[in-house]
């Protein structure tokens, strides 16, 4: 929905599911899977939304991450956090529970992901095997196993002790707690009973590999006391884990390895793929009660209601298997030799693309680069101190860096013609007078994701503006603080090129507004003379200094002096993210959909928080940072300012990984190219320099021991 909330709706059949859709609006499923926004999307089989996806592509080229590309076969396969019988499965992919160092190089630290679960232990598979062989019931056909890798009760005790899993828990068990012994309570446990019950056969749900509360007794529920005398309260790690933060994190990395990446597609096979059902699912060990597949018994047909109440209650308990997404092996993923050749040579790729320098001399204060495929004018938009812009079109780079292409290179950015002529600048310049007590920097303006309008704040009489990039045009005005708006920014863009935009003022509030895609402007009606924001945010005492918003995560963050502060996008404050002592004055702010928080403060310091208000790590830095992108996974982090270098940092601990080759001049502002190949920095020099970037070498690099 337009408020980033997701609704679920359970209709009574397809016929009334057409209906519904035909009234709505052409969405398709969303604009993350490449796939058009149309009914017939919307009302496509699971399997047809696979097959209509660049989703695989994606995946096989990495572009997207073994996590992301999981999510997707999860959420096309009718599986989603609104059902908890049909909630997101995740493989394990860790064996390995006991050591004190957990080396992500040795083969014998991962699970062998074309088995299932109940097949890896040998023993077990053997007895699973001897179960199917000897079934003799006319009406239950056979089956290895008799319960499921993912049932409502299975997320209901992996998710124990947060809410509002606690209350669904304890409704399902008479408003008490398990017994002690049978709670998930141990991670080493869990594992080991998955290889030896044979009544435990779960695989995991997502928030294992990006939830650290959910092993936190943080409410300090009574848990019980086990047989051998142990209090049940924080899930035990294991030793290569001194924290949740850290379980999570070196989980995630190891579903992102190398030896996961060339197995996984094996498990897609099991869970969504091939060797679902049928003959090869016998071979595979992966046959599963009747029940729990989509088709089985057709509830409609059963007239008596008391059979039919029986039938839903028992494939509510048996657990459910995801629609079938593909009756062929699902194809592997490409090495990341294959991706990124050069990452393996020892001579680096050349760092630096390109230096494209502007006339005016005016340092380049804001870059923005909408340089999607599919965009009518993918452009990087540059605006310098001066609030001169340019519209400098992209060209794709090569899709190797390094490799010979078919024909002749061509520059990733040519410049706006009007600014190299010099004859249509009047069409590229904001003249309206700013508030002469602002300092113009990057968060004073704001690019739609079309490339056609720019926002600009900083004006005297409180407003911030609209105009057209294509002739410079004022186009709307739009008011609502007491005072000088101080800083703007937008929440990604989804259907229609709708987004949130954020404005933060010295009146020491923020006001949410709508971006209309289709009537482009703030509001449902740009042309009148007065809009309403969709939420007024408050709690800072001083003037708002940075702001980010993730409309993915519902979540607004804003920094002033004193703590930053974390609202919902209804404006309910939900958290305040205390610095350490000498970090008063917030500059840069970042939030990441992966839920981290990055501040740069005026002191120098970087603080990095999850966005339930933990810190997380600090690090100083001797340069003054005016600059900083997270990466779309939210594992990296690029800062640039004074000293005119561009680094790259592990969000997680702060870890420097990289400095790019110093420039001639101070970095004023940066942004990422769509597909991430391409930093773009602007300068005081009044240049921008393109650098060459690959995410895939860090991660490469670094996967060693944790």
Not at 258 to 284: M, N, T
Request: negative net charge.
């Amino acid at each position: 929905m337009a408020n980033r909330v997701a609704v679920m709706f359970n209709f009574p059949d397809p016929a009334t599911v057409k209906k519904v859709v035909n009234y709505l609006p052409r969405v398709g499923v969303g604009t993350s899977f490449g796939l058009p926004q149309t009914r017939r999307i919307s009302l496509a089989s699971p399997r047809q939304l696979f097959k209509a996806s660049n989703m695989t592509h994606r995946w096989q080229h990495r572009e997207i991450s073994n996590f992301e590309y999981l999510m997707f076969l999860n959420t096309i396969a009718g599986r989603g956090y609104n059902d908890l019988n049909q909630y997101p499965v995740f493989p394990w992919v860790i064996t390995n529970y006991e050591s004190e160092e957990l080396d992500l190089t040795l083969p014998s630290n991962f699970r062998d992901l074309s088995k299932p679960v109940g097949a890896l232990n040998p023993k077990r598979a053997a007895f699973f095997a001897e179960r199917f062989e000897s079934w003799e019931d006319d009406q239950v056909p056979k089956f290895h196993y008799g319960t499921h890798y993912s049932t409502a009760s299975f997320v209901l005790a992996w998710l124990l002790r947060i809410e509002p899993f606690t209350t669904y828990f304890l409704n399902l068990q008479g408003g008490k707690f398990d017994h002690a012994d049978r709670t998930f309570s141990s991670v080493s446990r869990a594992w080991r009973n998955s290889q030896r019950d044979t009544s435990d056969i779960k695989e995991l749900i997502p928030e294992f590999y990006y939830l650290p509360e959910m092993f936190v007794n943080f409410n300090n529920y009574n848990l019980g006391v086990m047989d051998d005398g142990t209090v049940v309260s924080d899930v035990e790690l294991p030793p290569w884990a001194k924290t949740s933060e850290e379980f999570v994190r070196i989980n995630r990395l190891a579903l992102e390895s190398e030896f996961v990446s060339c197995q996984l597609h094996q498990w897609i096979d099991l869970i969504f793929g091939y060797k679902q059902q049928g003959p090869e699912a016998v071979r595979a060990l992966n046959v599963f009660y009747y029940l729990t597949y989509e088709g089985a018994v057709n509830l409609n047909s059963i007239t008596d209601p008391v059979l039919r109440e029986a039938v839903e209650a028992q494939i509510r308990s048996f657990g459910q298997t995801p629609s079938q997404l593909l009756i062929e092996p699902h194809p592997p993923r490409g090495s990341a030799m294959q991706a990124s050749p050069l990452m393996f040579t020892d001579q680096a790729q050349q760092d630096v693309i390109m230096v494209l320098k502007f006339p005016s001399n005016s340092p380049v204060t804001h870059v923005a680069a909408n340089t999607q495929p599919g965009l009518a004018t993918p452009a990087v938009i540059t605006v310098t101190a001066n609030r001169l812009f340019a519209v400098n079109k992209w060209h794709n780079l090569p899709a190797h860096q390094g490799a010979v292409p078919d024909q002749p290179y061509q520059l990733p950015v040519e410049i706006d013609p009007l600014i190299a002529s010099n004859t249509g600048a009047h069409r590229r310049q904001i003249t309206d007078l700013l508030d002469q007590s602002i300092h113009v920097h990057s968060q004073c303006f704001v690019l739609t994701s079309d490339n056609r309008y720019i926002l600009v704040c900083g004006f005297w009489d409180k407003s911030f503006r609209v105009y057209a990039t294509d002739t410079g045009k004022l186009m709307q005005v739009v008011f609502g603080h007491w005072d000088v708006v101080t800083c703007l920014t937008r929440s990604e863009s989804y259907i229609g090129g709708n987004c949130y935009i954020l404005s933060g003022s010295r009146d020491a509030t923020l006001l949410l507004w709508y971006w209309n895609g289709k009537n482009s402007g703030i509001g449902d009606n740009p042309g009148s003379e007065t809009t309403t924001p969709r939420a007024i945010l408050t709690g800072h005492d001083c003037e708002i200094t940075c702001a980010a918003i993730c409309a993915e995560l519902g979540l607004v963050l804003s920094g002033s002096l004193g703590p930053c502060l974390i609202h919902s996008m209804n404006g309910d404050l939900l958290r305040t993210l205390e610095g350490p002592e000498n970090c008063l004055k917030p500059k840069l702010i970042q939030a990441s959909r992966e839920g981290h928080c990055v501040i740069f403060y005026e002191n120098g310091c970087f603080c990095t928080f999850s966005v339930n208000g933990k810190l997380q790590a600090t690090m100083e830095t001797d340069d003054h940072i005016r600059a900083m992108q997270l990466s779309r996974d939210g594992q990296y982090l690029l800062t640039g300012g004074d000293n005119g270098v561009v680094m790259v940092w592990q969000v997680s601990d702060l870890k420097k990984l990289f400095a790019y080759p110093g420039c001639d001049a101070g970095i004023r502002a940066m942004a990422l190219s769509y597909d991430q190949r391409c930093v773009i920095s602007g300068m005081a020099s009044g240049s921008i320099v393109l650098f060459y970037n690959d995410f895939n070498r860090w991660h490469h690099e670094y996967q060693t021991r944790y």
